[in-house]
């Protein structure tokens, strides 16, 4: 066991391998991709997932509160403002929820969160708690699950579209809006973690703050897979 | 003593006139605009007063970050831009360092705080973590002192090109950008409290919120008046 510090590089490299539990993997997701997915296992995640989109917003004010370095701020801010779109009837959340009525949701049943659950809601307030208390760079580790996203959506957008004929593919803009936004949002965030995480404690801070992302989002797919599987 | 909720308009009124503290009235500020400040007070009240400027997006990243209405949240954003600008050189926090400059600080002085005092210090935290722990309301309520930010800022404008001639007119422009700044901010915060805050718990919680405000801004002046005063 080595106590040494990783160049930037090796660092990089360590996040991307380190990575092993990314929640494309999750059984869920497999079954989503390869088309087996039932309109109900649908319907439960896409309004299960709302509360983490939902939540991103707060996570992001939170990130910007903790973080005194004004040029991340500067560019960091754009990801509240890509979310919650400049005017009425823009932005991500607002994608999400078109994606909600395109699976035969109701907006009202979305946001009032009667679908939600338990399972979900804590693996997501936990996620906005971790970027509320903890120091902000390690918030800036947790989010580099982007890292993986361009390549998950990209599978994701081909799957919905070829096997999920019965959603109008007009409403797969979140998706298609991700693909591009993500590598901005990871790149930026990489180029912090690089920066900043110069010692083996910092490394391995967000390392672990890596790890805990991706354990919030398997644990979502775990409740949604439990409540809604058909296995 | 009444347990009946107020009208909004009644609520307005009554946060327009229970500012009694409001710091324009502090001793320091009253010969400020007297013209009676000598170079060590404003130097001291320009380096102590950047550690607030600096700190108000982290307040408002907080008010972000536990505000659930995406409308508010579109709106609000605008005044972390406006602090932090959207590129090098611009924003609010880089016209105070200018200001910095325009009286015989470097930047650096400024940015290392040497200069500052441990009661401004605790007063601006104390804001801070106000923002990170009560309801966003009260936050937002807190920062209805910018009611009346536009009168004292038209007075100081003209109080600086009067009697600080010393100071170039043209690094004045903080205060200028708020003169504008303030009214459409100030609006913005009065319409959530009366929408928002509609039973009397609510209600003296914002009034409370506000002179928790003015004592924060109060109490700021008293540190410097007390290091840099000559009374």
Redesign the interface.
Known sequence: MTTAALSPDELEEALRTHVKGYHHQHPFHLRMNNGESTREEIRGWVANRFYYQ?NI????????????D??V??RW?QR??DH?????GT?G?EAWLRLAEAVDLSRDEVEDARHLLPGVRFAVDAY?NF??TKPWVESVASSLTELFAPDLMTDRLAAFERHYTWIDPKELTYFRTRIVQAPRDSDHGLEIVRKYCTTKETQDAAMSALSFKCDVLWSMLDAIDLAYGHR
Do not use: F, Q, Y
Request: glycine share 10%; hydrophobic share 35%; proline share 7%.
């Open positions: 939902l917003p707060k996570k992001d004010g939170a990130i910007l509160s903790a973080c005194p004004r040029e701020r500067r801010v509240i403002v919650d779109g400049t005017t009425e932005g959340i906005v970027t509320r």
